[in-house]
């Protein structure tokens, strides 16, 4: 029987990491007194950004996250852990852990976070929370890019449309005659 328990926690602890590997991205929170019902409705929020919640035992989380070899991250895991394993856009995960965490402060906190590789601690995962979503973002740099293009298109065609002005009182002034100052009084010469 003691074979068949350690073969589940073996398998539970491969499929966890073989999740990790696959998303790269992931937060790390304390769920010590976190209701089912709660952890349920949190999964609910977490559907629409492609992002799931995975509470763990304390020992089976770090054999599952050893493997990712990122310094501190063992000393995260006290107690229950819920890892929530972050889709395409973090951003979007932080947030609604953080805004989760405040609608449930002495349910659940905030531990930290692995992203790209490196562990933030949670003052940072606040930070991320609290930046634009992905399409802002992309627009403001489009906008910043944008910006000196425009200027320089403006100036360029500011100068031909002066060099066209000059072209044209050149033109006038060389195709009318001279004036010969030799006229009678009735006007003509």
Known sequence: MARVGRMVKETGVTELATALAS???????????????????FRK?????????????????QRAVER????????????SVGLVLAGDDPLLVAKLLVDFRKAHEEQL????????????DPARVEEL?????????????????????ADVIFTLERLIGDIAWLAEQA???????????????????
């Open 45 to 61: 929020q977490l559907v629409g950004s492609h992002a799931r919640l995975v509470v763990v035992k304390r020992r089976l989380g």
């Open 171 to 189: 033109a006038a002034t060389t195709s009318q005659p001279p004036d010969t100052g030799a006229t009678d009084k009735e006007g003509t010469p």
């Open 23 to 41: 998303r790269p991205n992931f937060f790390i929170a304390g769920v010590n007194r976190l209701a089912a019902s709660d952890a349920d409705a």
């Open 129 to 149: 929370a609290q930046l634009p979503p992905k399409p802002m973002l992309l627009a403001q740099v489009v906008v910043t890019l944008e910006s000196p293009l």
């Open 68 to 79: 990712l070899k990122v310094d501190g991250l063992l000393n995260l895991f006290e107690g």
């Open 109 to 120: 906190s905030v531990r930290g976070a692995v992203i790209d590789g490196q562990l933030l």
